[in-house]
Protein backbone atom coordinates (compact mmCIF):
# COMPACT_ATOMS: atom_id res chain seq x y z
CA UNK A 1 0.00 0.00 0.00
CA UNK A 2 1.29 3.52 -0.82
CA UNK A 3 1.14 6.34 1.76
CA UNK A 4 -1.23 8.07 -0.54
CA UNK A 5 -3.85 5.37 -0.39
CA UNK A 6 -3.21 4.92 3.61
CA UNK A 7 -4.21 8.70 4.17
CA UNK A 8 -6.99 8.54 0.92
CA UNK A 9 -8.63 5.47 2.96
CA UNK A 10 -8.40 7.14 6.80
CA UNK A 11 -9.89 10.51 5.43
CA UNK A 12 -12.90 8.73 3.35
CA UNK A 13 -16.54 8.53 4.96
CA UNK A 14 -17.15 4.58 5.61
CA UNK A 15 -20.06 4.63 3.67
CA UNK A 16 -22.26 6.37 1.10
CA UNK A 17 -25.45 5.30 -0.49
CA UNK A 18 -25.59 4.19 -4.17
CA UNK A 19 -25.66 7.43 -5.90
CA UNK A 20 -26.54 6.78 -9.82
CA UNK A 21 -27.23 8.96 -12.85
CA UNK A 22 -30.59 10.48 -13.15
CA UNK A 23 -31.48 9.94 -9.38
CA UNK A 24 -33.24 13.32 -7.53
CA UNK A 25 -31.20 13.52 -4.40
CA UNK A 26 -31.17 15.54 -0.81
CA UNK A 27 -27.90 16.46 -0.76
CA UNK A 28 -27.44 18.30 2.89
CA UNK A 29 -24.71 20.81 3.03
CA UNK A 30 -23.12 22.20 5.96
CA UNK A 31 -22.94 26.22 5.05
CA UNK A 32 -21.54 28.79 7.21
CA UNK A 33 -23.25 32.23 7.64
CA UNK A 34 -21.20 34.48 9.17
CA UNK A 35 -19.75 33.05 12.59
CA UNK A 36 -22.74 30.78 12.16
CA UNK A 37 -23.06 26.94 10.52
CA UNK A 38 -26.17 25.03 8.93
CA UNK A 39 -27.52 22.29 7.16
CA UNK A 40 -28.82 23.01 3.50
CA UNK A 41 -30.94 21.01 1.58
CA UNK A 42 -29.76 21.14 -1.96
CA UNK A 43 -32.52 19.21 -4.19
CA UNK A 44 -32.17 18.11 -7.72
CA UNK A 45 -31.28 15.40 -10.18
CA UNK A 46 -27.80 13.75 -10.61
CA UNK A 47 -26.32 14.96 -14.12
CA UNK A 48 -22.69 13.18 -13.70
CA UNK A 49 -20.68 11.33 -11.02
CA UNK A 50 -17.15 11.74 -11.48
CA UNK A 51 -13.89 10.51 -9.80
CA UNK A 52 -13.32 7.43 -8.07
CA UNK A 53 -12.49 6.77 -4.26
CA UNK A 54 -12.20 9.75 -1.98
CA UNK A 55 -12.15 12.40 -5.33
CA UNK A 56 -16.07 10.76 -6.25
CA UNK A 57 -18.03 13.92 -6.77
CA UNK A 58 -21.79 14.43 -8.07
CA UNK A 59 -22.89 17.04 -10.33
CA UNK A 60 -26.69 17.80 -9.05
CA UNK A 61 -29.04 20.09 -11.35
CA UNK A 62 -32.57 22.02 -10.22
CA UNK A 63 -34.27 24.52 -11.83
CA UNK A 64 -34.78 27.90 -9.46
CA UNK A 65 -37.58 30.22 -10.18
CA UNK A 66 -37.11 29.20 -13.90
CA UNK A 67 -33.17 29.20 -13.94
CA UNK A 68 -30.84 25.91 -14.20
CA UNK A 69 -28.50 25.45 -11.19
CA UNK A 70 -25.71 23.05 -11.02
CA UNK A 71 -23.56 22.44 -7.80
CA UNK A 72 -20.84 20.17 -7.49
CA UNK A 73 -20.27 18.39 -4.30
CA UNK A 74 -17.59 16.34 -3.46
CA UNK A 75 -18.85 12.89 -1.99
CA UNK A 76 -16.31 12.63 1.31
CA UNK A 77 -15.85 16.28 1.86
CA UNK A 78 -17.09 17.00 5.66
CA UNK A 79 -19.28 19.90 4.79
CA UNK A 80 -21.79 17.09 2.77
CA UNK A 81 -23.18 15.76 6.10
CA UNK A 82 -26.03 13.02 4.00
CA UNK A 83 -26.60 12.13 0.43
CA UNK A 84 -30.76 11.17 0.59
CA UNK A 85 -32.05 9.72 -2.52
CA UNK A 86 -35.53 10.02 -2.50
CA UNK A 87 -36.29 9.22 -6.39
CA UNK A 88 -34.42 6.28 -8.55
CA UNK A 89 -34.11 7.58 -12.26
CA UNK A 90 -34.38 5.09 -15.06
CA UNK A 91 -31.75 6.44 -17.67
CA UNK A 92 -29.58 4.92 -20.29
CA UNK A 93 -26.68 7.45 -20.16
CA UNK A 94 -23.82 8.03 -17.86
CA UNK A 95 -23.59 11.54 -18.26
CA UNK A 96 -27.22 13.83 -18.62
CA UNK A 97 -25.86 16.95 -20.08
CA UNK A 98 -28.65 16.98 -22.43
CA UNK A 99 -31.32 18.41 -19.18
CA UNK A 100 -29.33 21.64 -19.50
CA UNK A 101 -31.11 22.23 -23.13
CA UNK A 102 -34.52 21.20 -21.87
CA UNK A 103 -37.23 23.30 -20.46
CA UNK A 104 -40.29 22.78 -18.51
CA UNK A 105 -41.59 19.05 -17.80
CA UNK A 106 -39.58 17.74 -20.38
CA UNK A 107 -36.87 18.23 -17.45
CA UNK A 108 -38.31 15.41 -16.05
CA UNK A 109 -36.93 11.54 -15.69
CA UNK A 110 -38.25 8.48 -15.54
CA UNK A 111 -38.97 6.72 -12.37
CA UNK A 112 -37.07 3.29 -11.78
CA UNK A 113 -39.00 1.08 -10.15
CA UNK A 114 -39.11 -2.75 -9.59
CA UNK A 115 -37.55 -5.15 -7.15
CA UNK A 116 -34.05 -4.11 -7.39
CA UNK A 117 -35.44 -0.42 -6.29
CA UNK A 118 -37.00 -2.25 -3.13
CA UNK A 119 -33.81 -4.17 -2.32
CA UNK A 120 -31.57 -0.89 -2.50
CA UNK A 121 -34.32 0.96 -0.21
CA UNK A 122 -33.80 -1.68 2.12
CA UNK A 123 -30.00 -1.84 2.19
CA UNK A 124 -30.15 1.91 2.65
CA UNK A 125 -32.72 2.15 5.39
CA UNK A 126 -30.44 -0.89 7.44
CA UNK A 127 -26.91 0.91 6.88
CA UNK A 128 -28.86 4.09 7.97
CA UNK A 129 -30.02 2.40 11.45
CA UNK A 130 -26.83 0.89 11.85
CA UNK A 131 -25.17 4.89 11.76
CA UNK A 132 -27.70 5.99 14.06
CA UNK A 133 -27.71 2.75 16.21
CA UNK A 134 -23.46 3.79 16.16
CA UNK A 135 -23.93 7.50 16.66
CA UNK A 136 -26.28 6.77 19.45
CA UNK A 137 -23.45 4.29 21.11
CA UNK A 138 -20.80 6.55 21.01
CA UNK A 139 -22.78 9.48 22.96
CA UNK A 140 -23.94 7.25 25.33
CA UNK A 141 -20.17 5.75 26.28
CA UNK A 142 -19.16 9.55 26.02
CA UNK A 143 -21.30 10.50 28.64
CA UNK A 144 -20.36 7.65 30.50
CA UNK A 145 -16.61 8.60 30.87
CA UNK A 146 -18.15 12.29 31.56
CA UNK A 147 -19.73 11.01 34.77
CA UNK A 148 -16.18 9.02 36.00
Known sequence: MSLIEDIERELAKPSLP????????????????????????????????KGSGINRSITVRRIVQGEGVE???????????????????DVRRA?????????????RVKELLGEKVRRDRES???????EA?????????????EEE
Open 124 to 130: EKARRAA
Open 18 to 49: MVHPGDTVEVHYLIREGDKERVQLFIGTVISI
Open 95 to 107: KLYYLRDRVGKKT
Open 71 to 89: RVFPLHTPRVKDVVITRRG
Open 133 to 145: QAAQAAAQAASES
